[in-house]
């Protein structure tokens, strides 16, 4: 399917002003998320019901920043953000306001201004590159390249337009001769400006189906459930990460800015920031953590030296028997490992041990401007923590045969980036600037620390300049882990990690809507769009969009439509449900037992509640294309999205950007975070079958009028916040943030140090 998935997986995306008295003061303007604004539909929508008073604060600071002028970028981003906060505003049963419906044809606002160099080196880095690549022999040097549909890709395609940049992934395929690989490479950088990152199938095996959407995808959406921890697949997901820096490192030149994508990636920063700089710039966190993460990457042991391989630039990496040998010889040695127990009061680390054991070091709270009791950004962060301490137990599962089989991982090439420092210890190339944006929600710190390498992960992402969330509930939820798990001193737009100030901000992804305008201007659309309309004339149609996923609600819909006609009698046979569920991931078992599942629900239903005539539900388990999927959005008068979980959704705006009519009703989770931002849909519990099926109700008996402002509202928001607004607006802050020396002040509630990096507006 073109464009009907959501950017997690891309799927299918806001500080600073600084007075003469207070220039070390990071002003909240932008990244904070939580800035009170009245948006587009005139109403002003207050921050979450949970905002503590920081917030407040934080919002009295914004309003207090002078603007420029509507382009700034800021400014951009604080509105937003504005936009995600109004979740609680969201329940459009209360809105009555009359409002002049704008034209079906009204185009996207232009996306705001680029404010770094055009020039400027930007490299993209994702799991996987935007270009399909099929081996064919009859093609001119045996394969053929196209470009990929996705939401990433259309998301990036928007920038293309003002920014050029390199993209660097893995091309989906591995070839058996350096002749074709280099053919491959030329073509990619010639025609596509893209890089490939070459894996074994072994390695993009394990790295992207065994650790990153067996361990990740489920635990950031809250499905912990489905994990299934195998060190084997971590070591793979560290050496892909490792060898995505490498290729990150060969191109890379200062001045540049590197952007990665994706929970695919998550210690790139880290390795990159280390491989670019060298260890001897960083702190004594990530000093002593280093070789947890890099160990059994690169290293081999004096048994297995024969075995390793060469890389093309000299580092040695592990095969792939190496690796396996490395994760077998940690499991065998668990018997026989010395606990460990890791205490974390408020800001601090501090370490009990059985035995001697030099990786953690005690560290001892940094002074405070004020008190924690009178600082709200200490409020803000330690208010999970209570009154007391968080322990939390380490298993090394390491003897020391297996510790000397896997710390030789990090040393030499690490250390091989030291030598390239200047001589005040300043890297040659250490200029970069690291922007890490995750498409999928980042989950509550209670869930996050299930995590066996929790730590690690959040210090590969840590390294980064810029971290950006769809939502400030999700960045919330990362700073939260920050404090918990690392004791990082945190305030709702950062965190201050190792001297440095590393931003955080809610960037909510959008789509091109021009895209979908463009689609029904087609005759065979148009002509497709009167067939379903006269093959459903008489009866209500409630689309419904999504991938064969558990985290898509599918099953929770059909419960719903279920509920909705067992309460509604009158109903049956007056509405329809079109739902499409293309396939995903169907090696899996999980996956095949949800679809089993779905399908004996429809039929049931089906069975119920059908007649001669037609059927409640017609359920298409398969892509659609583009032109076909716009005919279904237009033709819908609601559209339902039930998932239990989902980073934005996209097809929400797929769905509002093909409505011409503009009559159509939006029916959106809660749990998605399209919901924060998308103000006139109907906000619903997709757990609460009847909760869905009142909305349905409601979707189908509204009034034209509040259909029409609803909509109007949503149109707004869509046309305004489209994936080029979303890019620029990322880039746009990563090229603004610059290194500075903290001043004699403090900012509220973060702990002094030597520097910070700070952003300059």
């Known amino acids: 399917m073109t464009s009907a998935g959501d950017t997690e997986g891309s799927s299918t995306a806001e500080r600073a002003s600084s007075g003469s008295s207070t220039d070390s003061n990071l002003s909240m303007h932008s990244l904070t998320g939580v800035t009170i604004l009245a948006n587009d539909d005139g109403i002003t929508h207050p921050g979450p019901s949970n905002s503590t008073r920081v917030h407040d604060e934080v919002n009295a600071a914004a309003a207090a920043a002078p603007r420029t002028d509507a382009n700034d970028v800021a400014h951009n981003n604080a509105s937003a953000s504005a936009q995600a906060q109004a979740s609680n505003s969201n329940n459009t049963s209360s809105s009555n306001r009359k409002e002049a419906p704008s034209s079906p044809q009204a185009q996207p606002a232009p996306p705001p201004q680029l404010t770094v160099d055009p020039n400027a080196g930007l490299i993209i880095v994702s799991n996987r590159l935007p270009v399909t690549i099929k081996a064919d022999p009859k093609a001119p040097g045996g394969y053929t390249f196209s470009l990929s549909s996705g939401g990433l890709v259309s998301a990036l395609s928007g920038c293309k337009k003002q920014l050029s940049f390199t993209w660097i992934g893995w091309p989906g395929l591995s070839v058996n001769s ?5 053919y491959i490479e030329r073509r990619l ?14 390695i993009a095996d394990r790295h992207y189906n065994g650790f990153s959407n067996s361990i990740l995808w489920p635990l950031f959406h809250y499905h912990p459930g489905e994990m299934s921890f195998d ?9 892909a990460n490792l060898m995505f820096a490498e290729k990150v490192r060969s191109v890379v030149k200062e001045g540049d800015m590197v952007w990665v994508q994706d929970y695919h990636l998550m210690l790139l920063p880290l390795m990159l920031r280390t491989l670019v700089e060298g260890s001897g710039l960083q702190g004594r966190t990530s000093q002593r953590e280093l070789e947890h993460v890099r160990r059994g990457v690169d290293g081999t042991s004096r048994l297995e030296k024969s075995e390793a391989l060469a890389a093309p630039d000299g580092s040695v990496y592990s095969t792939c028997p190496n690796i396996s040998r490395a994760a077998s010889a940690g499991r065998r040695s668990s018997s026989r490992s010395r606990p460990t127990s890791t205490i974390y009061a408020r800001g601090h680390v501090t370490t009990e041990e059985e035995g001697a054991d030099e990786r953690f070091t005690a560290r001892e709270p940094a002074a405070q401007t004020q008190t924690e009791a009178e600082a709200p950004g200490w409020r803000e962060t330690s208010a999970e923590i209570g009154p007391g301490v968080d322990t939390e137990a380490h298993d090394q599962h390491r ?40 498409h999928t929600p980042f989950p509550s710190s209670e869930i996050y620390r299930i995590l066996p390498v929790r730590r690690e992960i959040l210090l590969g992402i840590l390294h980064s300049d810029l971290i950006g969330f769809h939502t400030y509930d999700y960045a919330r939820h990362f700073l939260s882990s920050c404090t918990r798990i690392l004791g990082l001193p945190t305030m709702p737009n950062g965190a201050e990690f190792e001297g440095r100030y590393v931003h955080v901000g809610a960037y909510p992804i959008g789509i091109e809507p021009s895209q979908f305008h463009e689609g029904l201007a087609k005759a065979s659309v148009k002509e497709r769009i009167a067939v379903l309309k006269r093959r459903f004339e008489g009866v209500k ?12 609600g599918v099953p929770q819909k059909l419960l719903g439509l279920e509920t909705f006609l067992q309460e509604h009698p009158e109903w049956v046979g007056k509405v329809v449900l079109i739902q499409v569920a293309v396939p995903s991931r169907q090696d899996v078992e999980e996956y095949q037992n949800l679809r089993a599942s779905v399908n004996e629900t429809v039929g049931r239903l089906n069975g119920h509640f059908g007649t001669v005539e037609s059927m409640p539900i017609h359920f298409l388990h398969r892509s659609v294309s583009f032109d076909e999927l716009c005919a279904l959005y237009a033709v819908g008068d609601a559209c339902l999205v039930t998932s239990t979980r989902d980073g934005m959704n996209l ?7 093909s409505q011409n009519a503009g009559k159509g009703v939006m029916i959106l989770s809660e749990f998605a975070g399209a919901a924060q931002s998308l103000n006139g849909s109907l906000i619903i519990n997709p757990w609460d079958k009847f909760a869905v099926a009142d909305a349905i109700h409601e979707a189908l008996t509204m009034p034209l009028e509040l259909r029409t402002s609803n909509f109007e509202k949503l149109r707004r928001y869509v ?15 990563l090229g603004r943030i610059q290194v500075s020396k903290l001043r004699s002040e403090s900012p509220v509630g973060v702990r002094r140090h030597s520097s910070i990096s700070m952003l300059q507006v």
């Not at 090439?413 to 995750?438: P, W």
Request: hydrophobic residues 30%.
């Open 178 to 182: 350096r002749e074709d690989e280099e």
């Open 189 to 202: 950088k010639d025609e596509y400006s893209c890089t490939p990152v070459w894996l074994s199938d072994e």
């Open 231 to 239: 060190e084997l697949n971590w070591l793979a997901y560290r050496e």
């Open 399 to 438: 003897t020391r045969e297996a510790e000397e089989f896997y710390q030789r991982s990090a040393r030499d090439e690490v250390r091989r980036g030291e030598g390239r420092g200047t001589s005040d210890g300043a890297s040659a190339r250490g200029s970069i600037k690291i922007g890490f944006f995750l």
């Open 541 to 552: 149609i409630i689309v419904g969009v999504d991938r064969l996923d558990y985290i898509k």
């Open 651 to 657: 097809v929400s705006y797929e769905y509002i950007a």
């Open 719 to 733: 046309n305004k916040h489209t994936s080029a607004w979303w890019g620029i607006s990322f880039v746009n802050d």
